[in-house]
């Protein structure tokens, strides 16, 4: 019996496809941590939506087209995310930096983790209504003056299953 494969059958972290998980695991987690955009106009905000169309079974990156289907239930991606949330907060807990900017740091990884679950929710709502897939967000952001101050307005467009009119 190979090693990557318990007594029942099942895989075991010794598994290849572990291996792979753990390296896309790696460089989402050094996208997370290294933007420095989150403007409603980065890019990043694309990307974040991308790996959760991509867990519904959708090729949402052009390197997946080639591939079979990535179908991740949502609970599991919401249970990773989570022990992710956890890590996180465990490691910057420990960081050598004054507690207010340790704060800072846990309120803005934990308000984008929170914003990855909802781009998932997204994703699989729509995949569970049979409308095949929501759209890339298409972010478009304006300054608006209010009460003689300038602030900064997202309009998106209608979000709709690809193929469908608005």
Known sequence: MPNHVDIDGRITIAHPEIAI??????????RL????????????WVYLDRVALMHT?????????????LRVD???????????????????SILPIEERY?????????????????????????????EGRF????????MEEKDGVSVESIETEPISPLGSEP
């Not at 998980?21 to 050094?30: Q, V």
């Not at 941590?33 to 990043?44: E, H």
């Not at 308000?111 to 995949?127: G, M, P, T």
């Open 57 to 69: 079974g959708q090729a949402s990156f052009s390197r997946r087209a080639s591939r079979p289907e």
């Open 135 to 142: 759209e890339a967000l298409n972010l478009d952001t304006r």
């Open 21 to 30: 998980r753990k390296d896309f695991l790696r460089s989402y987690l050094i």
């Open 33 to 44: 941590l290294s933007t420095t955009d989150f403007s409603s106009t980065s890019s990043f």
């Open 74 to 92: 949502y609970i599991h991606m919401a249970l990773l995310l989570g022990y992710l949330l956890n890590l996180l907060i465990d490691e910057i």
């Open 102 to 130: 340790k704060r800072g740091v846990l309120k803005a990884v934990t308000k984008v983790i929170f914003v990855q679950n909802d781009l998932f929710a997204r994703q699989y709502l729509a995949c569970a209504k049979g």
